[in-house]
């Protein structure tokens, strides 16, 4: 209580409060704190009560007054290392009590092999080079020097998800450690002030800073850095950053950024950190990017990029990323452009897009692998490419824009290969066409999910089928029944239920219907087998 002041941090039966106002509330007797919980649901209003303004919260509903009796106002980083890591005793002692396993009816004695050597290492602080509090209501840094006593040693301290208020608490807490070098402070709401940010030397020694969910705008992050210039990996995701402006001399020793889960939008955002002189891999996942664009000198030293879990539509939209000059490693999962084919053939194509690349979603590309690719790719658009003016002869091999737009590589790949021969693709495309179904899958187990007409290759395994399935309507491969409705028979509902079959096993025909369904009765499902039998019999006859 002596210590508390607006912006305070306090935690209430678990659920974590900033302190924005302190004193009376009419027409009730005695003092009041008005509380923003992190919990935007946990409150009751947006600091307004009665008609009158006593303070402001992001949201609507997380607002409160609350006693300060009914308030944890934290307790000290020395304190939690005590109660959270076993010291010996004064005697030297290291016994550890029984351990028992069951309930109070029927308790098992259990054996705790190896646990007095734990015990012995989490005694040995002084010599600990790791530790994590996390959760654990840290709200200072106690005496003065009792922590360079306790962890003299210390390199790397999780300190996230607690009470700490102020980056002053951070500072008092750090310039006990001298060895420190990684410091992760998520989930803490700090207060930047001028002591802070008057001693960077504090922070000399951080090259590793996290900073998730703590609600920092991108201009509130870049004074934060005047007190940790040399940091060298900084990780801020999840803190609802909209907009990024250039960082001008901040963040010029940062090689690697993460920005996961910010809702960024547009790469025009992205584009704002392009002039980084270090940086070489870049987080951006779940940041709702459907764009991307580099112009020349963007991105000079940027060698790896997660993209996964945005909004690609296409693979055509990575095309700018064959001018990055170092660029080896793409990580592009969980995207749509994934779902228009198999993820092997969406894979070759990215391959061939982009000439340096070396590992795609932690796979590594080797020199055959990217031969197969690059000349996949040539046939694959061979038609596309003849149809827009290309041609074998170099003198007529004029393609349109649109399709040097799209395929950036193609006229590189055909000087470095060759051009691919009209037989060659024309062969393989009417082949392909031939052995296409044209079906219609619906669910009507989901019933936000619109009928699609899909093009399959009659070799496709039931199997495959299900988990093209689940990608399209998000219904897991376990909770699926598949079965099919013939065009010319609708009457004829056949189960498939066997993994390994593929389509052409079970006679489906262009047209039919993929549906997927729960168990039902009443419903005339024909086993496989005796489908087959039937379908025999209509050709064949009896015998």
Same mark, same amino acid.
């Given at each position: 209580?002596?210590?508390?002041?607006?912006?305070?941090?306090?935690?209430?039966?678990?659920?974590?409060?900033?302190?924005?106002?302190?004193?009376?509330?009419?027409?009730?007797?005695?003092?009041?704190?008005?509380?923003?919980?992190?919990?935007?649901?946990?409150?009751?209003?947006?600091?307004?009560?009665?008609?009158?303004?006593?303070?402001? !919260? +992001?949201?609507?509903?997380?607002?409160?007054?609350?006693?300060?009796?009914?308030?944890?106002?934290?307790?000290?980083?020395?304190?939690?290392?005590?109660?959270?890591?076993?010291?010996?005793?004064?005697?030297?002692?290291?016994?550890?009590?029984?351990?028992?396993?069951?309930?109070?009816?029927?308790?098992?004695?259990?054996?705790?092999?190896?646990?007095?050597?734990?015990?012995?290492?989490?005694?040995?602080?002084?010599?600990?080079?790791?530790?994590?509090?996390?959760?654990?209501?840290?709200?200072?840094?106690?005496?003065?020097?009792?922590?360079?006593?306790?962890?003299?040693?210390?390199? $790397?301290?999780?300190?996230?998800?607690?009470?700490?208020?102020?980056?002053?608490?951070? !500072?008092?807490?750090?310039? #006990?450690?001298?060895?420190?070098?990684?410091?992760?402070?998520?989930?803490?709401?700090?207060?930047?002030?001028?002591?802070?940010?008057? #001693?960077?030397?504090?922070?000399?020694?951080?090259?590793?800073?996290?900073?998730?969910?703590?609600?920092?705008?991108?201009?509130?992050?870049?004074?934060?850095?005047?007190?940790?210039?040399?940091?060298?990996?900084?990780?801020?995701?999840?803190?609802?950053?909209?907009?990024?402006?250039?960082?001008?001399?901040?963040?010029?020793?940062?090689?690697?950024?993460?920005?996961?889960?910010?809702?960024?939008?547009?790469?025009?955002?992205?584009?704002?950190?392009?002039?980084?002189?270090?940086?070489?891999?870049?987080?951006?996942?779940?940041?709702?990017?459907?764009?991307?664009?580099?112009?020349?000198?963007?991105?000079?030293?940027?060698?790896?990029?997660?993209?996964?879990?945005?909004?690609?539509?296409?693979?055509?939209?990575?095309?700018?990323?064959?001018?990055?000059?170092?660029?080896?490693?793409?990580?592009? +999962?969980?995207?749509?452009?994934?779902?228009?084919?198999?993820?092997?053939?969406?894979?070759?194509?990215?391959?061939?897009? /982009?000439?340096?690349?070396?590992?795609?979603?932690?796979?590594?590309?080797? #020199?055959?692998?990217?031969?197969? %690719? $690059?000349?996949?790719?040539?046939?694959?658009?061979?038609?596309?490419?003849?149809?827009?003016?290309?041609?074998?002869? @170099?003198?007529?091999?004029? @393609?349109? #824009?649109?399709?040097?737009?799209?395929?950036?590589?193609?006229?590189?790949?055909?000087?470095?290969?060759?051009?691919?021969?009209?037989?060659?693709?024309?062969?393989?495309?009417?082949?392909?066409?031939?052995?296409?179904?044209?079906?219609?899958? $619906?669910?009507?187990?989901?019933?936000?999910?619109?009928?699609?007409?899909?093009?399959?290759?009659?070799?496709?395994?039931?199997?495959?089928?299900?988990?093209?399935?689940?990608?399209?309507?998000?219904?897991?491969?376990?909770?699926?029944?598949?079965?099919?409705?013939?065009?010319?028979? @609708?009457?004829? /509902?056949?189960?498939?239920?066997?993994?390994?079959?593929?389509?052409?096993?079970?006679? /489906?025909?262009?047209?039919?219907?993929?549906?997927?369904?729960? @168990?039902?009765?009443?419903?005339?499902?024909?086993?496989? %087998?005796?489908?087959?039998?039937?379908?025999?019999?209509? /050709?064949?006859?009896?015998?």
């Amino acid at each position: 209580m002596e210590s508390l002041c607006i912006g305070s941090r306090i935690s209430v039966t678990g659920d974590s409060a900033t302190v924005k106002y302190i004193g009376t509330v009419p027409p009730t007797k005695g003092e009041w704190l008005g509380v923003e919980w992190d919990d935007c649901t946990r409150g009751r209003h947006d600091g307004t009560k009665d008609g009158v303004v006593y303070f402001k !919260c +992001r949201h609507e509903t997380s607002g409160s007054f609350i006693r300060a009796t009914k308030a944890n106002f934290g307790v000290s980083i020395c304190d939690a290392i005590t109660d959270r890591y076993t010291l010996p005793t004064e005697s030297g002692d290291s016994h550890i009590d029984d351990m028992y396993l069951g309930n109070t009816k029927i308790m098992k004695k259990i054996e705790t092999v190896g646990m007095d050597q734990v015990q012995k290492q989490f005694g040995k602080l002084n010599q600990l080079k790791q530790i994590i509090l996390r959760d654990q209501i840290i709200s200072s840094a106690g005496t003065v020097g009792q922590l360079a006593t306790l962890t003299p040693s210390l390199v $790397e301290l999780n300190l996230s998800k607690n009470l700490i208020s102020s980056w002053d608490t951070v !500072c008092d807490i750090v310039k #006990q450690l001298p060895f420190l070098k990684i410091l992760n402070l998520s989930e803490n709401i700090m207060q930047v002030t001028d002591k802070a940010l008057s #001693q960077p030397e504090v922070f000399a020694n951080i090259d590793t800073m996290v900073l998730n969910k703590c609600c920092l705008s991108w201009e509130e992050l870049l004074t934060c850095t005047t007190m940790w210039p040399q940091v060298t990996e900084l990780h801020i995701e999840a803190n609802n950053m909209t907009h990024l402006s250039p960082p001008g001399d901040k963040l010029n020793h940062v090689k690697l950024l993460h920005l996961s889960g910010n809702p960024l939008n547009s790469w025009q955002e992205v584009r704002q950190l392009s002039q980084l002189p270090m940086l070489s891999c870049l987080l951006i996942k779940e940041c709702e990017l459907s764009d991307l664009f580099i112009k020349p000198g963007d991105f000079k030293q940027l060698k790896e990029l997660f993209l996964d879990r945005n909004k690609y539509e296409s693979v055509h939209d990575l095309n700018p990323l064959n001018n990055l000059p170092e660029f080896i490693e793409l990580h592009f +999962r969980k995207n749509p452009a994934l779902n228009q084919d198999r993820y092997d053939a969406i894979h070759d194509i990215i391959v061939a897009k /982009i000439k340096r690349l070396q590992r795609l979603d932690r796979l590594s590309v080797t #020199q055959q692998g990217r031969f197969t %690719a $690059e000349m996949d790719y040539l046939r694959k658009y061979g038609v596309e490419w003849r149809e827009s003016g290309g041609h074998q002869d @170099p003198e007529r091999n004029q @393609p349109s #824009q649109e399709f040097i737009e799209n395929h950036p590589r193609y006229m590189e790949l055909i000087a470095e290969h060759g051009a691919p021969d009209d037989k060659q693709f024309m062969k393989i495309s009417s082949a392909l066409k031939g052995n296409l179904l044209e079906l219609i899958i $619906e669910a009507p187990v989901k019933p936000d999910f619109k009928p699609v007409t899909k093009k399959l290759p009659k070799s496709m395994s039931i199997g495959s089928l299900k988990l093209l399935i689940q990608k399209l309507t998000k219904i897991e491969i376990r909770n699926q029944r598949l079965v099919y409705i013939s065009k010319e028979n @609708p009457n004829l /509902i056949v189960t498939l239920h066997r993994d390994c079959e593929s389509l052409d096993d079970v006679s /489906i025909e262009p047209g039919d219907v993929i549906r997927v369904m729960k @168990p039902e009765k009443g419903l005339n499902y024909i086993d496989i %087998a005796e489908h087959n039998k039937t379908m025999y019999r209509m /050709i064949y006859g009896d015998k």
